[in-house]
């Protein structure tokens, strides 16, 4: 059983920036790959960013390319999302995932969530 708690989130103003972290709760951390997807009010979740159990390859949604970096520390099972440039439809609850195998933009293919955090771009 993998649990993942998100944290970082909070209110921003669009230009600014945010980096949002994931804690896993398992010891084979290295052995996952990671993903976080996001969903704003009235939308269905989407994919944003994924990155392998080594953190050697990583794969982002066009609406976030450029703008976000995902990144990992095995030593701390911890996944990252930095932000950068945000922009008001960024607005959503950010949620960390984790699977065996390879990365994969589709949530479908996550067995394990996180709760999610809230994140807020202001104008």
């Known amino acids: 059983q993998v649990q993942l708690i998100e944290s970082g989130g909070g209110l921003v103003q669009a230009g600014g920036s945010l980096r949002l972290s994931c804690l896993a709760s398992v010891r084979t951390f290295s052995t996952y790959s990671m993903g976080w997807f996001r969903q704003a009010p009235g939308k269905e979740r989407e994919f944003v960013a994924t990155i392998t159990w080594s953190g050697g390859s990583t794969y982002y949604a066009d609406s976030v390319k450029g703008r976000f970096t995902i990144s990992r520390d095995n030593g701390k099972n911890t996944v990252y999302l930095q932000m950068n440039s945000l922009k008001r439809e960024d607005t959503a609850v950010y949620y960390c995932?984790?699977?065996?195998?390879?990365?994969?933009?589709?949530?479908?293919?996550?067995?394990?969530w996180g709760q999610g955090t809230q994140v807020t771009v202001s104008s």
């Open positions: 995932a984790a699977r065996r195998g390879y990365y994969s933009g589709n949530l479908n293919e996550y067995a394990y």
